[in-house]
T-cell receptor, first 112, second 114 residues
Framework: GENVEQHPSTLSVQEGDSAVIKCTYS??????FPWYKQELGKGPQLIID?????GEKKDQRIAVTLNKTAKHFSLHITETQPEDSAVYFC???????????FGDGTTLTVKP | DTEVTQTPKHLVMGMTNKKSLKCEQH?????MYWYKQKAKKPPELMFV???????INESVPSRFSPECPNSSLLNLHLHALQPEDSALYLC?????????????FGNGTRLTVT
C-alpha cells in the first residue's frame, strides 16, 4: 500500500519567516495530494491541495509544489503569523481508492 | 466553523457503559467516514459509508458499531470499550467515495474511557 513520510516532525520559526514542510510518497499511482491544518481542539481542515497534472499551486501565503518523478511534494508558508501555529498533515490518495494515506504530521510553532 | 457537526464534544464513559457518537452534514455528501486520532498522530480510518452502505471496515473491533440512518447522519455506537480506546473520534465526509477529492472533517468527540 501507499506510504507517506513527512518531515520535519516539529518546526519553529520566527513570525514573518517562511516555513517548508516536505512529504514523500511511495505509490506512483497516487494523484491527489491535500494538506490539512489541525488547530488545537479542532479537526483537520483542508488548506490547499494539488493534483498530479499540476506542478505548483498557490493561494495567498501558502503554496504547494509537486515533483512526480521524485515522488515528493512540499508545503510552503510565507510571512508566517502566530495563527499559522498548528499541526499540518500531508496526505496522498488515488482516484480509484477510497482511502487517503496521511503523513505523521508537523507541529509548526510561529514565535511572535 | 466546520460544516460537519459532531456531538458530544467530550464524553467520559466507563468500560461497561453504552454510548453513541453522532455526526451530521448538510452538504449533500454521499460518503461519510469515522476516524480515530491519538495524541500527536494522524487520523486513522475506521469505517466508510457510501450511499448509506458500509463500504470499508478497517478491521475495527466489534465494540465499535457504526450506523448510517440516512445520507446526512452517521452514528458510532460504543459498548464495552477499553481505556486504550480513549482518543479523538473524527467524522468526515466527501462528495462521493473516491480518492482524489478532499475530506471535510468535524471537530471531533474527545472520548475518555475510565
Amino acid at each position: 500500500g501507499e506510504n507517506v513520510e513527512q518531515h520535519p516532525s516539529t518546526l519553529s520559526v520566527q513570525e514573518g519567516d517562511s516555513a517548508v514542510i516536505k512529504c514523500t510518497y511511495s505509490d506512483s499511482a497516487s494523484n491527489y495530494f491535500p494538506w490539512y491544518k489541525q488547530e488545537l481542539g479542532k479537526g483537520p481542515q483542508l488548506i490547499i491541495d494539488i493534483r498530479s497534472n499540476v506542478g505548483e499551486k498557490k493561494d495567498q501565503r501558502i503554496a504547494v509544489t509537486l515533483n512526480k518523478t521524485a515522488k515528493h511534494f512540499s508545503l510552503h508558508i510565507t510571512e508566517t503569523q502566530p495563527e499559522d501555529s498548528a499541526v499540518y498533515f500531508c496526505a496522498a490518495s488515488m482516484t480509484n481508492a477510497g482511502k487517503s494515506t496521511f503523513g505523521d504530521g508537523t507541529t509548526l510553532t510561529v514565535k511572535p | 466553523d466546520t460544516e460537519v457537526t459532531q456531538t458530544p464534544k467530550h464524553l467520559v464513559m466507563g468500560m461497561t457503559n453504552k454510548k453513541s457518537l453522532k455526526c451530521e452534514q448538510h452538504m449533500g455528501h454521499r460518503a461519510m467516514y469515522w476516524y480515530k486520532q491519538k495524541a500527536k498522530k494522524p487520523p486513522e480510518l475506521m469505517f466508510v459509508y457510501s450511499y448509506e452502505k458500509l463500504s470499508i471496515n478497517e478491521s475495527v473491533p466489534s465494540r465499535f458499531s457504526p450506523e448510517c440512518p440516512n445520507s446526512s447522519l452517521l452514528n458510532l455506537h460504543l459498548h464495552a470499550l477499553q481505556p486504550e480506546d480513549s482518543a479523538l473520534y473524527l467524522c468526515a465526509s466527501s462528495q462521493v467515495l473516491r480518492g482524489a477529492i478532499p475530506l471535510h472533517f468535524g471537530n471531533g468527540t474527545r472520548l475518555t474511557v475510565t
